[in-house]
């Protein structure tokens, strides 16, 4: 399902005709060279095309009229080589669809003591030119990313690698058709949502099937398709039961979700426990795999966190740690070492597994069904955030909380299912505290992979409310923040 590199940015560099041509074509050489090089960085994931050393307003139009109606461009960076007058950039930014990058940099590093003249001030003048770019954007409103820094260091590719992951999860986010296998669970308040609203804002097309389609296609499932798929379980996972049944059952039920989700151009799924028609088993192990394929799954028919699974897991392709769909689900509160014990009934991805996973099969006491097979195993230590998508009525806010998960300081030896154990930022009571005043959902997209710069730039480009929970949040702080977005979201 890769998408990625198939994606390319455009640089676009800004000049006039005032210098002679001369200093244009060493500035348009010079920008060949730099899209190349960045493109060569192993922290940039796609490429990036030198486009147009543009110096009058038709330039600049045209190439964003282009930019526009191109489906391989996914955003276009900007950059003042020289000084490029920005009345000239007014049409051209306003028809603007895509995602905005202006880098602040320059060719040379430093400045060369003894060559240094008039001649060299004039065809090196970003950090004036960028100003005048910078104003446009601020006086326009546009939503934009700045990077500022030397293009050649590190930090700057990342900084620029990581908006253009963002950029993808817009384009993600405009493609993205969810399928919901039933409703929601009965009474639940944080997993509605307007989807007419999310499908204006953030692209979504959520729709629903009915469960009774989903047993049709179950019960064109052949054996031998089950049989291989077997085979593909066995290689991968440590069969840990006898109950081969209920593993054959999850296969039939993989092989069939999957094939519906590929026949309507879905990547992102839902089902819920009280609507299982003639299901013989809750979806576990089967959704498991799906998640571990990239399609974006929520439980009792939470479609958001569904679409922002597959949303981050898009983004975030070919980077280490793992996405999953997770639950908080309880904690362990030993005064000063607070810890979150991460969920779900089944359903955690095995992307963030540190271990081989296990199949297992048990009761599950929800539902009403056959015991269904599922991986258990534990979520690897390391840096993560969590995610949740609510919507506050009118707008939609995107919290995003950092974590640090640990190696679960218990083995749970009864516990038959996947298991993350985290601190939530700043610490598990302060953290849950702001999470709790902010809104956040009990379902949450967990990454390791994801930071929360990538989902504050998605936010911008999408227009949607961004909060974060930090090492530095405050309870106070965070409270006079979402009052005064509460204000600011009703002026806009
Ligand atoms: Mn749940």
């Given at each position: 399902?890769?998408?990625?590199t198939k994606?390319?940015?455009?640089?676009?560099?800004?000049?006039?005709?005032?210098?002679?041509?001369?200093?244009?074509?060493?500035?348009e050489?010079?920008?060949?060279?730099m899209?190349?090089v960045l493109?060569?960085?192993?922290?940039?994931p796609?490429?990036i095309?030198?486009k147009?050393t543009?110096k009058?307003?038709?330039e600049?139009?045209?190439?964003?009229?282009?930019?526009?109606y191109?489906?391989t461009?996914a955003g276009?960076i900007t950059?003042?080589?020289?000084?490029?007058?920005?009345k000239?950039?007014?049409?051209?930014?306003a028809l603007?669809?895509?995602?905005?990058?202006?880098?602040h940099?320059q060719y040379n590093?430093?400045?060369?003591?003894?060559?240094i003249?008039?001649?060299?001030?004039?065809?090196?003048q970003?950090?004036?030119?960028?100003?005048e770019?910078?104003?446009?954007g601020?006086?326009?409103?546009l939503?934009?990313?700045i990077v500022?820094?030397?293009?050649?260091?590190?930090?700057?590719?990342?900084?620029i690698?990581s908006?253009?992951?963002?950029?993808?999860?817009t384009?993600a986010?405009?493609d993205l058709?969810?399928?919901r296998?039933?409703?929601?669970?009965?009474?639940?308040?944080?997993?509605e949502?307007?989807?007419?609203?999310?499908?204006?804002?953030l692209?979504?097309?959520?729709?629903?099937?009915?469960?009774?389609d989903l047993?049709t296609?179950?019960?064109k499932?052949?054996?031998?398709?089950i049989d291989?798929?077997?085979?593909?379980?066995r290689?991968?996972?440590?069969?840990?039961?006898d109950?081969?049944?209920?593993i054959?059952y999850?296969a039939?039920e993989?092989?069939?979700?999957?094939?519906?989700?590929?026949?309507?151009?879905?990547?992102a799924?839902t089902n819920?426990f009280?609507?299982?028609?003639?299901?013989?088993?809750?979806?576990g192990?089967?959704?498991?795999?799906?998640?571990e394929?990239?399609?974006?799954?929520?439980g009792?028919?939470d479609?958001?966190?569904?679409a922002?699974?597959?949303?981050v897991?898009q983004?975030t392709?070919?980077?280490p740690?793992?996405?999953?769909?997770?639950?908080?689900?309880?904690?362990?509160?030993e005064p000063?070492?607070?810890?979150?014990?991460?969920?779900?009934?089944?359903e955690?991805?095995p992307?963030?597994?540190?271990?081989?996973?296990?199949?297992?099969?048990?009761?599950?006491?929800i539902?009403?069904?056959?015991d269904?097979a599922?991986?258990?195993f534990?979520?690897?230590?390391?840096?993560?955030?969590?995610?949740?998508?609510?919507?506050?009525g009118g707008r939609?806010r995107?919290i995003?909380q950092?974590?640090?998960?640990?190696k679960?300081i218990?083995?749970m030896?009864?516990l038959?299912?996947a298991?993350i154990?985290?601190?939530a930022?700043?610490?598990l009571l302060?953290?849950?505290?702001?999470?709790?005043?902010?809104?956040?959902a009990?379902?949450?997209?967990?990454?390791?992979?994801?930071?929360?710069?990538?989902?504050?730039d998605?936010?911008?480009m999408?227009?949607?409310?961004?909060?974060?929970?930090?090492?530095?949040?405050?309870?106070?702080?965070?409270k006079?923040?979402?009052f005064?977005?509460?204000?600011?979201?009703k002026?806009?």
């Open positions: 399902m890769s998408n990625l994606n390319e940015f455009w640089f676009i560099v800004g000049s006039q005709f005032l210098y002679g041509p001369e200093v244009l074509e060493t500035i050489k010079r920008a060949a060279e899209a190349e493109s060569q960085s192993p922290v940039i796609c490429k095309v030198y147009v543009a009058t307003p038709d600049i139009t045209q190439v964003v009229k282009d930019a526009n191109d489906d461009c276009v950059w003042m080589h020289t000084f490029s007058p920005s000239m950039w007014i049409n051209g930014l603007l669809q895509k995602p905005y990058l202006h880098l940099t590093r430093n400045i060369p003591n003894l060559e003249n008039m001649d060299f001030m004039n065809l090196n970003s950090a004036h030119g960028d100003r770019h910078g104003f446009i601020a006086r326009m409103r939503a934009r990313k500022v820094g030397y293009w050649q260091d590190q930090n700057v590719q990342e900084h690698g908006w253009m992951r963002s950029a993808i999860g384009k986010s405009r058709k969810v399928v296998f039933g409703d929601n669970m009965r009474n639940v308040a944080v997993t949502g307007d989807k007419v609203e999310v499908q204006i804002k692209g979504w097309q959520v729709n629903t099937w009915g469960t009774g047993v296609e179950l019960e499932v052949t054996v031998a398709e291989a798929l077997l085979d593909e379980y290689q991968k996972y440590t069969v840990a039961t109950n081969i049944d209920s054959r999850q039939r993989e092989i069939a979700i999957k094939r519906i989700l590929d026949r309507e151009g879905a990547r799924f819920t009280e609507d299982l028609f003639e299901m013989d088993q809750l979806p192990l089967s959704t498991q795999r799906l998640l394929m990239g399609y974006g799954y929520g009792e028919g479609w958001k966190v569904s922002m699974t597959s949303v897991k983004m392709e070919g980077l740690g793992g996405t999953t769909f997770m639950e908080d689900y309880t904690y362990d509160l000063g070492k607070e810890l979150s014990l991460g969920a779900h009934m089944l955690v991805c992307s963030v597994a540190t271990d081989r996973p296990r199949i297992e099969v048990h009761p599950l006491g539902g009403g069904k056959n269904p599922r991986l258990v534990e979520g690897h230590p390391g840096n993560a955030i969590v995610i949740s998508l609510v919507d506050m939609l995107l995003v950092d974590v640090e998960a640990v679960p218990y083995d030896p009864n038959p299912v298991r154990m985290w601190k930022m700043p610490d302060t953290g849950a505290h702001c999470w709790i005043l902010a809104g956040g009990h379902h949450t997209v967990f990454s390791y992979a994801a930071t929360a710069e990538m989902m504050e998605w936010a911008e999408m227009g949607i409310e961004f909060v974060h929970i930090t090492k530095d949040t405050t309870v106070e702080s965070l006079q923040q979402l005064l977005a509460d204000l600011a979201w002026l806009r």
